[in-house]
């Protein structure tokens, strides 16, 4: 193929750039095939990306407010450290969900060990004090209350506890939180760690070596023992099917004094593929 000058530009940079004809005999060799080549393959499965942090499945209302407090607390007695930590740019969040735990953390890698170890030695150890956990119990209690007052978050909790085969919508939550105890707190604390289901996603500046010591040194350090193979399917999230036709709930505002409302519409479509995803996207 002869060379051109380039004598065009593109707007944005000023790159130059030629517009030329493929050659017939590129074309040709296109359409005959250039045979297996061995240096050309789909990369291999990295072994260390997780596709679900589930570690406990919420049996009931009082369990599910149970990992709401044994995380409020462990904030509270990590507070001196993740506040060090803060100063220094790393960072440790928590989230929960319908079957457990997600913990995140995250920053410069030459400390960061030590903030993990700080979250995993406290995890194991967790120190229930009386006086805290009635505090921690009034805030989260407030946090309930403040969550279902607000038409769109009320809204979206009640659409999830109908979609979802587990889930406990805050308004139960609220209704068993005055009658937990610091020690069913720590009875929990002890069963949380007796049956785990773990997956660690740990990328970054650290080698796979120490990544894999710091999975292990965690189970041994916390004490977990596996939750049983025949277990494990119950941990996926489920989306339940609705029954054809129009379903409605109505539900009142729990704030007399709000008058606004909200009103969700929600259309299920049956198993998604990237296809019917698209196009109900295109739809909105």
Same mark, same amino acid.
């Given at each position: 193929?002869? *060379? ?12 130059? /750039? ?22 050309? &393959?789909?990369? =291999? ?11 406990? +499945? ?17 904030? /509270? ?15 440790? +969040?928590? +989230?929960?969900?319908? &079957?457990?735990? =997600? ?34 119990? !009034? ?27 587990? *889930? ?48 292990? !040194? ?45 009103? =969700? ?14 196009? =109900?996207?295109?739809?909105?």
């Amino acid at each position: 193929m002869r *060379r051109e000058r380039a004598r065009r530009k593109e707007p944005w940079f000023q790159t130059a /750039y030629s517009v030329l004809d493929v050659p017939c005999e590129w074309d040709d060799r296109w359409r005959s095939g250039f045979g297996e080549n061995a240096d050309l &393959h789909v990369p =291999t499965p990295n072994e260390f990306i997780a596709t679900d942090f589930s570690i406990l +499945s919420n049996r009931d209302p009082e369990s599910a407010v149970l990992l709401d407090l044994m995380l409020y607390v462990l904030d /509270y007695n990590l507070k001196e450290i993740t506040y060090a930590a803060d100063v220094a740019q790393l960072s440790f +969040s928590h +989230s929960t969900h319908e &079957h457990g735990v =997600t913990l995140q953390l995250g920053g410069f890698s030459h400390k960061l060990p030590l903030l993990f170890e700080a979250v995993r030695d406290h995890l194991a150890e967790l120190v229930v004090d009386p006086s805290v956990f009635e505090l921690i119990q !009034k805030q989260l209690r407030k946090n309930y209350h403040n969550y279902l007052i607000k038409p769109e978050k009320l809204s979206k909790d009640i659409r999830l506890q109908h979609m979802q085969q587990i *889930r406990w919508g805050i308004a139960d939550k609220l209704s068993v939180i005055e009658s937990l105890t610091p020690s069913q707190l720590a009875t929990f604390h002890k069963d949380f760690k007796s049956e785990l289901f773990l997956e660690f996603l740990v990328q970054g500046n650290i080698t796979q070596t120490d990544s894999i010591a710091i999975v292990s !040194k965690f189970s041994s350090v916390v004490q977990i023992s596996p939750v049983l193979p025949s277990k494990l399917p119950t941990l996926r999230s489920r989306c339940l099917r609705l029954p054809k036709g129009n379903c409605i709930c109505r539900v009142e505002n729990r704030n007399e004094d709000d008058p606004n409302s909200v009103v =969700t519409c929600y259309y299920q479509i049956g198993p998604g593929t990237i296809r019917t995803v698209a196009l =109900t996207e295109l739809l909105i």
